[in-house]
């Protein structure tokens, strides 16, 4: 197995995303190495510096980058030879299993349209977020940011796919699924919610337990939250907003210490033909390590196969 990481992608790259490949090579799973996408000579330099062993750790020679602020469209079609086309280009080809990267989120996304593209009958990929549990573990909330508009059959793909991630990543074996909503009756909410509630409750296949509150994202109420990308990546970045707070009162708790970003490192693009992680554009080393080792249990389970065969099935 391999898993290709964009070496130039993030705000303090390449040195995070270095000394965070340097971290994750030395917990990767016997047989599955890393494939660092970008400046060749840089990387070597960056390794040595480091001092990090690259006896699973392979360079692909990208001439290009694209940059944080640059147009998403236009840089990835312009750039061809940049890290995020070829780390693409690999993923496509079956070279690697997974590609992930902390750079440019809008090229990311364009990336994953463009050259794998969606998989047969998914109407929109998502961005999968993730929430952690009281109870332990954590939710998944999908969309947070690909999809600011949706309908409501968009909306309950995104219970589906979710479901399957819950499922075949984090290991719950019947995913409780609810809509993110303004109260738990049946006929509150937008006419967006109020569709799509509908569409959940006379589908057959999914746990849906109705509607949930802004309160109920922590408790174990439901382990899939659907909500469209505006809403969900309000509620990402929030929860986000809660581990700063924390850090700025020094209390150390370990519940909220999981609201930290580099727990997860990153967040799945769903519903394409293959394993895409994208980070935050902030990443630390820490960040980056848990961004690889997410698209390494991404890559075991074949999740994006998985969401294939459930649409066929």
């Known amino acids: ?145 690909a999809n600011a508009d949706c309908k409501p059959d968009v909306l309950y793909q995104f219970g589906q796919i979710g479901a399957l991630y819950s499922k075949h990543v984090f290991g719950i074996n019947t995913p409780k699924v609810g809509l993110m909503n303004l109260g738990e009756e049946e006929q509150k909410g937008t006419l967006l919610t109020q569709a799509a509630h509908q569409l959940f409750k006379i589908g057959n296949k999914l746990k849906f337990i109705g509607n949930i509150e802004g309160r109920d994202l922590f408790n174990d109420k439901a382990d899939v939250i659907v909500c469209d990308g505006f809403t969900g990546n309000v509620i990402l970045k929030m929860a986000e907003s809660f581990f700063d707070m924390i850090q700025a009162r020094k209390i150390n708790d370990p519940y909220f210490n999981r609201f930290n970003y580099e727990e997860i490192g990153g967040s799945p693009i769903l519903g394409i033909n293959g394993n895409v992680v994208i980070g935050h554009g902030v990443s630390s080393a820490q960040a980056i390590k848990n961004m690889v080792l997410l698209s390494v249990k991404m890559a075991e389970s074949n999740i994006h196969l998985k969401i294939k065969e459930e649409l066929k099935a």
């Open 1 to 145: 197995m391999k898993i290709a990481l964009d070496a130039m992608g993030g705000d303090f790259a390449p040195d995070s995303v270095i000394q965070g490949a340097g971290l994750a090579s030395s917990e990767l799973p016997e047989g599955c190495s890393l494939v660092l996408i970008g400046q060749q000579k840089l990387i070597q330099q960056k390794l040595e510096k480091f001092q990090i062993k690259v006896d699973n750790i392979q360079i692909i020679h990208a001439d290009n980058v694209i940059q944080m602020g640059e147009h998403p469209t236009k840089a990835f079609s312009t750039k061809p030879n940049a890290s995020i086309p070829i780390g693409y280009g690999l993923l496509k080809s079956g070279q690697v299993q997974a590609f992930c990267g902390a750079g440019n989120t809008g090229a990311m996304h364009v990336g994953a349209m463009f050259t794998i593209k969606a998989i047969e009958g998914i109407i929109r990929p998502g961005i999968a977020g993730f929430v952690p549990k009281e109870a332990g573990g954590f939710g998944v909330i999908m969309d947070v940011g």
